[in-house]
């Protein structure tokens, strides 16, 4: 193996599994919490600062409490991390949960080198070398090594689970790997995210609850830039025809702007990006003749629908894009194509939830909904066996990772029982 930089830790880890919700671990990432919040340049942060929050003591104590009966469970070794390379805090928060789950430890961090990730680094490192938290360094490595390296091989083959984040392409790399007969991968693949908003609780909402709207939608899309697998593509609204179903959307819209244009900034290279995306659906989303089309935008549509699919709505700037399609998506196939970032939102009017169910396939992964009893949505879900959609969250909500993920209940499946 060569060409490893381990920023915590060595080579020579104690791979062995231990309890679940070990008092050790607990301890050390309450520790961990406090060591972060104390640090002022954390605050710089949001997202290292929701990581602190997360490991409080009262939010462990809560977690331990919703998971319920884990006799008799031991971690299952080592486990091997692959993180992605867009979300800063993710390998932290995959790491949080195999530890609680009772595992050793290797995380590839990602390879651009965020401020925050430097930071948690920094103070990681401090909080590990005390004496009272060796058994804590000797199951962990934060490590990272250049694509050629031949560690993935080694640590694959190594591992008695891995956690591969990042979507297809990577699981389907690490699948090529060796690993251990027992080794259990849990792969997060690409996944596809909606928000759900019933427009008649924009009627009468009053100016702060519309900003704080706003700012919680802000907060699942453009924090992120629609990075993250959670984050919406596609806004679906009920309730909302007409004239005063669009000047409700439009309201929306407005107070989203007011949010955008006060903290977020537009690259130069994804303002073009952007555009041509737009130019691309443009010519394939409106297209009347797609049979000679490779492109895998025009592969949502049913060509079959040769009526025009799209309306560009904008009228301020290139902040917000909204992509107009056909109410209760008429004509679309493959609504997960339908993806980008930085603003581009793809929108649609239903009349009930059936039209969306009928899309649905496992690439879904989380509904963000507004003024939407969230349990009878699930409750309709069930009922009509949709085969994805493994969330159903409030708005804001998009990006509170837990460890109930992707439709795995992690402490448990990286964890094993040992039966009476």
């Not at 979507?167 to 027992?182: A, C, H, S, W």
């Not at 008649?200 to 009053?206: G, Q, S």
Request: hydrophobic share 40%; charged share 25%; proline share 3%.
């Amino acid at each position: 193996m060569d060409k490893v930089n381990y920023l915590v830790g060595s080579k020579d880890l104690d791979t062995k599994g231990f309890k679940v919700f070990d008092e050790v671990a607990l301890s050390f990432l309450e520790t961990l919490s406090k060591e972060i919040t104390t640090e002022p340049r954390a605050r710089l942060y949001p997202d290292l600062m929701t990581l602190a929050f997360y490991l409080r003591k009262a939010n462990l104590k809560a977690l331990i409490e919703k998971i319920g009966s884990i006799k008799n469970r031991l971690g299952r070794g080592l486990t091997f991390h692959i993180t992605p390379s867009n979300i800063p805090l993710n390998f932290a928060f995959s790491y949080v949960f195999s530890l609680l789950a009772g595992n050793a430890n290797v995380v590839r961090l990602p390879s651009k080198d965020f401020p925050q990730v430097s930071l948690f680094i920094e103070i990681f490192r401090k909080l590990i070398d005390r004496e009272e938290f060796a058994k804590i360094k000797s199951k962990t490595a934060f490590v990272r090594y250049p694509h050629e390296s031949t560690a993935n091989d080694y640590y694959s083959n190594l591992a008695n689970t891995r956690m591969i984040w990042g979507g297809d392409e990577t699981v389907e790399l690490f699948k090529t790997f060796k690993t251990q007969p027992r080794c259990l991968d849990i792969s997060f693949a690409d996944r596809y995210s909606l928000a759900l908003i019933d427009c008649k609780y924009l009627e009468n909402i009053d100016d702060n609850a519309l900003k704080q709207l706003a700012v919680n939608f802000y907060n699942d899309t453009y924090a992120i830039d629609q990075n993250a697998c959670s984050s919406p593509k596609t806004v679906l609204w009920i309730n909302s025809e007409g004239a005063e179903g669009d000047a409700l959307k439009d309201k929306f819209y407005k107070a989203l702007h007011d949010v955008v244009i006060s903290k977020y900034e537009l690259q130069d290279s994804v303002a073009v990006d952007k555009f041509t995306q737009l130019c691309v659906d443009a010519i394939n989303l409106n297209e009347t003749d797609r049979a000679n089309s490779d492109d895998s935008t025009s592969d949502a549509l049913d060509t079959s629908n040769t009526r025009p699919s799209i309306k560009f709505k904008n009228g301020m700037d290139n902040l917000i894009y909204r992509i107009a399609l056909k109410d209760d998506l008429e004509g679309v196939k493959q609504l997960e194509t339908l993806s980008f970032k930085a603003g581009y939102f793809y929108e649609a009017n239903l009349s009930s939830l059936e039209p969306l169910v009928k899309l649905t396939n496992t690439k879904f992964q989380t509904l963000c909904v507004y003024g939407i009893d969230r349990q009878q949505v699930i409750d309709y879900l069930i009922k009509n066996d949709c085969s994805g959609i493994d969330r159903v969250v409030n708005i804001g909500r998009a990006l509170d990772i837990d460890v109930n993920w992707d439709g795995f209940d992690l402490i448990r499946t990286l964890s094993r029982e040992i039966t009476l």
